[in-house]
Structures are given as structure tokens and as C-alpha cells.
């Protein structure tokens, strides 16, 4: 029960957050959380006993903020397939969240990858993310992550297009492809890059990805001009929260994924202040989903690295939080 000083209390408070808000918002709270935003999370599969706990640390800690769904990724050259495959339906069965396999068209012929689909289909994996993928990296540097040097497998899939017709023809999996705000480093231009989107949505996918980015204005550019081209599919953004803005930096070389001046002054001196750089990092992701709420997102993908504490901070400020105990 109430007491009568524990409402007069309470009523001064409320009257002096309203006139803080008043104040310094001009009549409206400083941040409205938004309400129904849906998440989605990247996982990699691990390598090691110590990397598999740390993965399961994350997954306990961002399970309760029921997903939409998570993903797991598939290493180049379709290295981790047996890891992924067995991360993919591990968090599935002991969670019951709904996962997506990345499944890649590096290293395989049709025949093996329409096995693999099978066998995710048959353990209840119902989606997954088709990707042309990139060949291992090789010692002159060719090959990786937004290296040069791909060549379609013999009697494989040559690309993400003829990967999803494929899977489509295997079962009727839900799809996922990529999509890159800032054009894919290899494609010949902008409007070729989103031609290939098109062929992507007409041979079966029903919902694009992007790659991470940080200038916001780009994705929403990108959005619109993919919805006046006609393509009527989901576009979500993928969130990449910085742990390593030196490591982003060169992720976003490989990717064609600019860096803003602005980020550089953020992170400038932050590299032995891990807690500082934690801070930062959330208000910059923040403020980046926000402004694409703002804009009629409502779906977000985030490119976790395996770790939880950031993601969590991140959406608990978005309004997305584990339900309230009973």
C-alpha cells in the first residue's frame, strides 16, 4: 500500500522530470523509446571450447529479448560447414528461437550444397541466408573478405541468385540475401548492384540484409531508391556495434563501407579505455537506430561478434527488453 508521503513524493518527482523535460525538450521527453521494433542476431560459429562459451554466454544474455530470429555465419570457402551447421541447430532445439544458416555458393558443387540444405531442412531449419561468399584468402592477399580473385565453383552454384532458385527447388525455405547501402566492391555500378537484388527477390529470397554501414543518410537512400526500382522485399539494416573502431575502420576498407570523419573524432584516444569506447559505441548505435525508426524502420540486424553486453545495451535502450517477471 501507498502511504500518503510516498504519493507526495512521488508527484514531485513526476513534476520535476516534466519541467526538466520542459525545459530541455522544449515540452517533449528528450528520447522516446519506440515500441514493437523487431531485433534479429548474427552469430559465427565457434572454433574453440573457450569461443563455444563465450558464444552460449551471448545467446543466454540475448534470448530473452526474443529475436525474430539469429543467424550463423559460414566462413570462406565454406571452412566452418560442419561448425555451422552444428551451431545453427544446436541454438535452435535448446532455445527454440528461430535460426538461419548462411549457406554460401564457395567450394561446393550443386549436388553438396543441395545436401546440406536437406539435412538443415530436415533438422527443422526452416531459413536460411544465401550468399555467393567469398574464397579463402590466399598468401598474395587474394581472396576474403572484399578480396578479389572469385570464381564460381565447377559445377556449383555460380551465384547468389542461382543459389536461391536452387534452394528454392530443394524446399520451400524462407530466404535472406545481402544488400550493400554503399554498393558491393565489385559490382560494375550502383544500379547494376541493385539489379542484382532484383534477380535475387525473383528467384525466391524475401528479405535483404545490408551490410553494416554508419552513415545512415546512404541506407535510406539506398532503401527508397530499391523500392522505386519496384523491389517490394524487406530492407534491413545491419547494425555493426564497435567494439574495435580500428578493426571497423578496416572492415569497412574491405567492404566499401565509408567511415565518417565525426566516428573518428568519437573513438579518437578511447583504445586503452574499453569502458569509455563501450559508452560510445552504444550512444553512436543508438542514435543510428533511432534516426532509422525516426525514418519507418522497423527491423534490425545486428552483427553481434559473438559478444552480448553492447547488443543488450543497445536494444534495451530501443525499448527491446526481456519480458518483466511475473
Not at 512521488?10 to 521527453?29: F, H, K
Not at 543466454?60 to 566452418?80: D, E, N
Not at 519507418?296 to 559473438?306: A, E, I, M, S
Request: aromatic share 8%; hydrophobic share 45%; net charge negative.
Amino acid at each position: 500500500m501507498t502511504t500518503a508521503n510516498e504519493t507526495a513524493v512521488n508527484e514531485i518527482a513526476v513534476n520535476e522530470t516534466a519541467a526538466t523535460d520542459r525545459a530541455l525538450g522544449g515540452g517533449e521527453p528528450l528520447v522516446t523509446v519506440p515500441r514493437d521494433l523487431r531485433v534479429s542476431f548474427e552469430f559465427f560459429p565457434p572454433k574453440t571450447e573457450k569461443m563455444e562459451q563465450t558464444l552460449w554466454q551471448a545467446i543466454r544474455r540475448l534470448a530473452p529479448l526474443s529475436p525474430a530470429f539469429v543467424s550463423v555465419t559460414y566462413g570462406a570457402g565454406g571452412s566452418t560447414r560442419e561448425r555451422t551447421h552444428a551451431t545453427v541447430t544446436a541454438i535452435q532445439q535448446q532455445t527454440g528461437i528461430p535460426a538461419a544458416a548462411h549457406l554460401t555458393c564457395v567450394a561446393a558443387t550443386k549436388e553438396e550444397i543441395d545436401t546440406i540444405a536437406r539435412a538443415y531442412w530436415d533438422a527443422g531449419i526452416r531459413h536460411i541466408v544465401a550468399l555467393r561468399g567469398d574464397p579463402p584468402q590466399a598468401a598474395d592477399g587474394s581472396g576474403g573478405l572484399g578480396g578479389s580473385g572469385y570464381q564460381p565453383h565447377p559445377g556449383g552454384y555460380a551465384y547468389a541468385t542461382d543459389l536461391v532458385a536452387g534452394l528454392k527447388r530443394v524446399a520451400d525455405f524462407e530466404i535472406s540475401v545481402a544488400c550493400f547501402p554503399e554498393t558491393h566492391p565489385e559490382a560494375a555500378s550502383a544500379a547494376a548492384d541493385i539489379d542484382n537484388l532484383r534477380r535475387k527477390v525473383d528467384a525466391g529470397a524475401t528479405r535483404a540484409i545490408s551490410q553494416f554501414f554508419f552513415d545512415t543518410d546512404r541506407f535510406l537512400r539506398f532503401r527508397d531508391t530499391v523500392a522505386a526500382a519496384g523491389i517490394a522485399i524487406p530492407i534491413v539494416p545491419g547494425i555493426l556495434p564497435i567494439t574495435n573502431f580500428a578493426r571497423a575502420v578496416e572492415l569497412g576498407a574491405k567492404c566499401n563501407c565509408a567511415v565518417p570523419a565525426w566516428m573518428d573524432e568519437l573513438f579518437g584516444g578511447l583504445d586503452a579505455e574499453p569502458e569509455t569506447r563501450q559508452l560510445v559505441a552504444a550512444t553512436v548505435a543508438v542514435q543510428q537506430c533511432l534516426r532509422l525508426e525516426r525514418e519507418g524502420v522497423r527491423d534490425f540486424h545486428f552483427y553481434t561478434l559473438n559478444r552480448a553486453d553492447l547488443t543488450v545495451a543497445i536494444c534495451h535502450m530501443l525499448g527491446v527488453r526481456a519480458p518483466k517477471a511475473a
